[in-house]
């Protein structure tokens, strides 16, 4: 059996890779009858995953280690590479939806390789891959900028995510002291951060009116493959958050102010829950893991299996550390069948988030593993979201593992928290939505309409007067706005499927298990929406879906005697 460290990178040749690509594609297109279709696909797709497996060894290696210089180096290589590949892709997807055994072919495989294709092919032209090439360098200047913080604090430095304890502290001098450290990162980069989205959004339109549309915000919804739900569907659910969610966040936050006795809730204040301090793992790493390991082989058969699966092979690499990138991140290895989780330890709860989170995208990843479709091995990013978010909630019965007396106010500020993030999270969306429909806008202009989203959707936040933020200098920290467009509204959509999830374990632990299971077995084979419908869950979308979910969760809350926990 081989570890993580073990599994092999070559850099691949781009001209013998360029000529093997063709050599296959070709006798797809040349193949004489369905069977000699299906092999030919099926080695396609083996080489495909190979070239997959590799790129990601050199971004998990690369992003534990920005200080690697190798692998820096590779990074670089996969950032130019990467977009040719995209072009076999094209022609191999083309070849696929022009066979003439495609109705057998989506018999045997289901129909979503087909529209992802089609979206695939709508997003791509051989013409388009210098500017794919530059807007990979720009996302990696982007990740390295923010991976080099050493921020200085109280006598020592730190990076970004070891600064997180300091915003919890119960002294609020200290956390107001810490969260001006982390933004004076922010602020004193913000040149260099502004030149960067700047140029993403001018290359993004230009890729966009390149393959000929209007603006970046069409091809942005077919690059997430969003095949069965479009914008109109989007800004009515962004509706629906701001009617019914913004109110209730606000009396939340009403409620903190009041549980945590300060005269006005600021943002410094925002992480930090009640006034005996929040609800914090009582152990090491090592010892998070180990409780780990006994929750999920407690949880079920299946999550037992994996989870040594992952220990074994070393998949995971937790602890913050300098010179590694901020986040954290689940990824798959197809040629080893290994999921691999990234996190940033750093003593807050936030260890528990990531460990049930990132091991949810991992036990989907593992449950789909056998896919012979790549495409299937992971869903779109809404639908990925909904497993990781909904084992947060599947291994609540095991919280106290780690949080021994403070279990109550891990519960009550886990849901809270989720409320929470509903309107941040379609106010990211709606930025990016006017940004790249209006990718003239100087810097000064998008931080002037994210104040704008701020007072729509987060009408509590109180700056305390610190003049970057006030500006609108927050969106700044959040990288999915430079690195994958329209990706953060999927994580407000799956929080309200996982909603669903939780209210039926609280109902039914074992039927909701087992919709669940179902759903990491589909993997990526059906759509958003399909996924849904297949997990018994109701589209987020539908009018009063939110209102149903939402009443639940108040009733809940409500029952909790927060001011004594």
């Known amino acids: 059996m081989l570890t993580f460290s073990e599994y092999k ?21 040349n193949a004489g ?33 920005t200080n690697d210089a190798f692998y820096q180096g590779e990074r670089d290589f996969w ?34 390789l087909f529209k992802l294709a089609e979206y695939e092919l709508k997003a791509f032209s051989p013409e388009i891959i210098p500017l794919l090439q530059e807007e990979n360098k720009l996302t990696s200047e982007y990740s390295k900028l923010v991976a080099s913080a050493q921020v200085e604090f109280q006598g020592k430095t730190y990076t970004l995510a070891q600064l997180g304890p300091f915003s919890q502290h119960q002294d609020r001098s200290i956390r107001k002291e810490a969260m001006e450290a982390r933004t004076s990162f922010f602020e004193e980069h913000s040149e260099a951060f502004d030149s960067i989205y700047d140029k993403l959004v001018q290359l993004r339109h230009k890729i966009a009116t390149t393959l000929g549309y209007k603006n970046f915000v069409e091809l942005g919804y077919i690059r997430m493959s969003r095949v069965d739900y479009n914008q109109e569907m989007v800004e009515n659910y962004r509706k629906q958050v701001e009617e019914v969610v913004v109110p209730l966040v606000s009396k939340l936050y009403e409620r903190q102010r009041r549980r945590i006795d300060v005269p006005t ?49 070393e998949l995971m690499d937790l602890e913050a550390k300098k010179g590694k990138e901020a986040g954290g991140y689940c990824t798959f290895l197809p040629d080893y ?81 989720g409320l929470i993030f509903l309107p941040y999270g379609v106010a990211v969306d709606e930025f990016q ?117 939402l009443a639940v969760i108040e009733e809940w809350l409500n029952k909790v005697d927060d001011e004594n926990l």
């Open 79 to 112: 950032d130019h590479f990467l977009p040719e590949t995209q072009d076999w892709d094209t022609r191999f997807y083309k070849a696929l939806l022009n066979s003439p055994f495609r109705k057998q072919l989506e018999e045997k495989w289901g129909t979503q």
């Open 9 to 29: 990178y070559e850099r691949p040749d781009p001209k013998a890779e360029k000529e093997k690509a063709t050599q296959l594609i070709n006798q797809l297109a």
């Open 265 to 313: 809730l600021k943002h410094y204040d925002e992480n930090y829950h009640f006034k005996t301090g929040n609800a914090t793992p009582k152990g090491s790493p090592e010892w998070i893991i180990e409780n780990g390991k006994k929750m999920y082989e407690e949880l079920s058969p299946e999550t037992n299996t994996f989870f040594n699966f992952m220990l074994d092979r």
């Open 337 to 417: 069948k290994s999921p691999f989780i990234f996190a940033n330890f750093n003593g807050t709860s936030g260890d528990i988030d990531v460990l049930t989170h990132e091991a949810g995208h991992a036990f989907q990843f593992y449950s789909s593993r056998e896919h012979k479709i790549p495409e299937y091995l992971m869903p779109t990013y809404e639908a990925a979201e909904i497993h990781s978010m909904s084992m947060e909630f599947f291994t609540w019965p095991w919280m106290e593992l780690f949080f021994e007396e403070d279990t109550e106010k891990y519960k009550f500020s886990h849901l809270a928290s």
């Open 433 to 549: 939505h006017l940004v790249y429909e209006n990718p003239d806008w100087t810097p000064a202009k998008r931080k002037a309409v994210w104040k704008k989203m701020e007072e729509k959707y987060l009408p509590h936040l109180d700056y305390d007067g610190q003049a970057f933020l006030e500006s609108g200098g927050y969106w700044q920290r959040q990288g999915h706005i430079y690195e994958v467009p329209f990706y953060y509204i999927d994580y407000t959509l799956a929080q309200v499927c996982a909603f669903q999830f939780w209210k039926k374990s609280q109902e039914n632990q074992e039927q909701a298990w087992k919709d669940y299971l179902n759903l990491c077995k589909l993997g990526g084979s059906k759509s958003f929406l399909g996924l849904v419908e297949a997990g018994n869950l109701q589209s987020p979308f539908e009018d009063g879906t939110l209102k149903s979910v």
């Open 33 to 65: 009858s369905l069977d000699e279709e299906i092999q030919a696909i099926e080695a396609i797709n083996t080489n495909r995953n190979r070239l997959s497996t590799l790129n990601d060894l050199v971004y998990i290696r690369a992003s534990i280690n």
